[in-house]
């Protein structure tokens, strides 16, 4: 077993041992709403509602890893990192570690572009949870995913993201160019951003609307019922099916629709904040 830390997440690579791997993914089914995963891999995030079963997992995750390295300081580490999300690989011996080319551009000295060439769930997922708080545009179509930044914490973690050789066991390399960077980082604050973000706000917003059926007019009330309605009809377990192509359209539908609400209230929450 392999175990890579970064900002916020914790790695652990299973390699030839599918027993293990499925006993862990059966348990993390069961118990955590908040994840994404495939056959071979997952990604649990951090949920503030289930705390008492993520340290259970663990405790779990730290107990195996104990029996099978016999690292004892690191199966304590496992056992404490609370505030991370969790990814679970399984490396077969006939695999090697996935290699991610991730091109970064920035447009108008202000949003941050990933070009991955084609659509990637995971990454998608952990930038989104990465960035929380953040607009966060995933084009599944062009495979790219465009970064709004919100304040001066938008750089560092994006600095932060750039100095990673490894995300949740796969190898990454971000081709950039510095000098583009550095300028990006001493104009952030600049009126220019500040004009792009307030378009760049109004376009997502429409797009939200858009996703939970609404017009940009409609009340948050309308809101609601339409993503209610939503959820109930995309969650992954409605079609019956825990593998295929139908449950991962669900599953993404299912978390367009989240992260559409999830904006929306955010925004009526400060425009009320505002008219208080």
Known sequence: MHLSLSHDMLALTIQEDSK??????????KNFQKKIGRKDKMIIFKEQDELVQRRYFLKLI??????????????????NTIDKSIKISLLKSNQVLQ??????????????????GS????????????FK??????RPKNG???LYPNSDITVRLLEKLLAQKELFGCFVEFSYSMDDFLAYKKSFVSKRAKRSRHNALFSLLEEY???????????????????LTLVKKYHPDSCGLYDGDLHVKYVAKFQEV????????MHFRHADAKSA
């Open 20 to 29: 293990t791997f499925y006993f862990l993914q059966n348990i993390a089914d």
């Open 62 to 79: 730290s107990k195996i890893y104990l029996r099978k390295t016999g690292n004892v300081e690191q199966a304590r580490i496992i056992e």
């Open 99 to 116: 290699k991610m080319s991730i091109n970064l551009s920035i447009e108008d000295n202000y949003a941050v572009v990933f070009y991955m």
């Open 119 to 130: 659509h990637n769930t995971l990454f998608a997922s952990y930038l989104k949870s990465y």
């Open 133 to 138: 708080d953040h607009l966060v545009r995933i």
């Open 144 to 146: 790219t995913i465009t």
């Open 209 to 227: 609307f858009g996703v939970l059926g609404c017009k940009m007019e409609d009340s948050f009330d309308m809101i609601r019922s339409n993503y």
């Open 258 to 265: 989240q992260n559409a609400y999830e904006m929306l209230k």
